[in-house]
């Protein structure tokens, strides 16, 4: 079974700061997506960035990207320019790739991420 | 694109009373998840549907978890019998198979409250 960690339940930055949350899995597959979620207040779970295991080139989004380290099973999130509005419980979450089907997605417990004006 | 759409955002249920939640997804997305979310943990994966086929259905968290996703378009989720432990938010997602399938999109959810 995969599992997926993140050992950071709060973090807490100024406006404008770089934060980077943590993220390791576990899985004896070769072919997986990892994705980092968010989930505001309003409880609406919004993809932030994901990233295909065969690709070798770390995701970006604008002010969001990631550190993908395959051999570690490390995958965590940069947030560039930090905003007041990037305040969310933030999720990890990981799925096998299969073309006939698949599981749903395994999240982490969460980082609650704190952007302080 | 409408987006996922859930109905009730909220519900109050006595234990022992059935309760039914819908899920209307994307409208040309022909995957639908279910997930369930307690307070402090990321959601967990409950069952998933492809048009009207239901793919998985072993994670479902006991006999008295039933969906149904009948036309291939809106999914119902039962829970009957309900326990103070069902409390939880319960998500709804979608995704399109074939076209970056793994992209889900969620709704808002519906908060269960078991009295």
């Known amino acids: 079974a995969q599992t997926v960690t993140q050992s950071q339940p709060e973090m807490s930055v100024q406006e404008a700061e770089t934060v980077t949350l943590s993220c390791t899995y576990d899985t004896s597959e070769n072919n997986y997506y990892l994705f980092w979620y968010k989930q505001p207040p309003s409880r609406q779970m919004i993809l932030v960035i994901r990233?295909?295991?065969?690709?070798?080139q770390n995701a970006t989004e604008n002010r969001f990207s990631v550190n993908f380290q395959k051999a570690a099973k490390s995958f965590s999130l940069k947030i560039s320019d930090s905003q007041l509005g990037d305040t969310a419980m933030y999720f990890c979450a990981f799925v096998m790739y299969s073309g006939g089907g698949a599981d749903g997605l395994t999240f982490g417990k969460g980082t609650h991420l704190i952007i302080q004006p | 694109d409408t987006g996922v759409s859930q109905n009730p955002r909220h519900k109050i249920t006595k234990r022992g009373q059935n309760v039914t939640f819908r899920c209307d997804p994307i409208s040309e997305h022909n995957r639908l998840y279910w997930y369930r979310q307690t307070l402090g943990q990321g959601p967990e994966f409950l069952t998933y549907?492809?048009?009207?086929?239901?793919?998985?259905k072993s994670r479902l968290l006991s006999d008295r978890f039933s969906a149904e996703r009948p036309k291939g378009s809106f999914s119902t989720l039962e829970i009957q019998r309900t326990e103070q432990g069902d409390s939880a938010m319960y998500l709804c997602?979608?995704?399109?198979?074939?076209?970056?399938?793994?992209?889900?999109?969620f709704g808002s959810g519906t908060q269960l409250s078991v009295l």
């Open positions: 997602a979608s995704s399109l198979l074939g076209q970056g399938r793994e992209k889900l999109f």
């Open positions: 990233q295909e295991a065969y690709k070798q």
């Open positions: 549907f492809q048009n009207e086929a239901q793919l998985e």
